[in-house]
């Protein structure tokens, strides 16, 4: 890939990775929720139903960063407790492990997170100012280099 090319894409990212944060973060404390409870319930709707375990090794990255298991027990607890948007569940298959899955509250989270996520890649879209012709070649550019690196972090 042309050095060009890289540079470009690192500060388009630079520029825009900020800006999405700033209006997740915004969602996420109007509803009480830290980047970390996002983290988490995307990760839970992500899997349908998963356990604790699950999560802590989810947030291993995270963890190298600080986050421990009591620190991310402790988010799982105010997550169903005090903020409803999580429930817990006992594992028929395992009763002393227990299914955490999202609320429909949890759910409502999410979906404004997602508006959020639209509206920025909206602007994104506005700020191009791509005739009709330069976006649908964008967008197969976009689709095609979005299937290659599926398949890139399959392999890994």
């Known amino acids: 890939m042309a050095d060009d090319l890289v540079r470009a894409m690192l500060g ?9 944060q700033a209006e997740i973060r915004k969602v996420a404390a109007a509803s009480g929720l830290t980047e970390r ?26 963890h190298e960063r600080g986050t421990s298991t009591s620190r991310v027990s402790a988010t799982i607890a105010t997550l169903f407790g005090k903020r409803r948007v999580i429930k817990k569940e006992v594992n028929p298959k395992n009763q002393r492990k227990q299914i955490i899955t999202v609320t429909a509250k949890g759910q409502r989270v999410l979906e404004r997170i997602s508006q959020a996520r639209r509206r920025v890649y909206e602007q994104i879209g506005l700020a191009l100012k791509l005739d009709r012709t330069e976006a649908r070649k964008l967008q197969k550019a976009l689709e095609q280099g979005t299937e290659n ?3 890139f972090l399959a392999q890994e």
């Open 149 to 151: 690196f599926r398949r």
């Open 37 to 62: 409870d996002v983290t988490i319930l995307e990760f839970i709707t992500r899997k349908e139903r998963t356990s604790f375990g699950e999560i802590a090794s989810h947030l291993q990255v995270e």
């Open 12 to 20: 388009f990212g630079a520029v825009i990775r900020p800006y999405m």
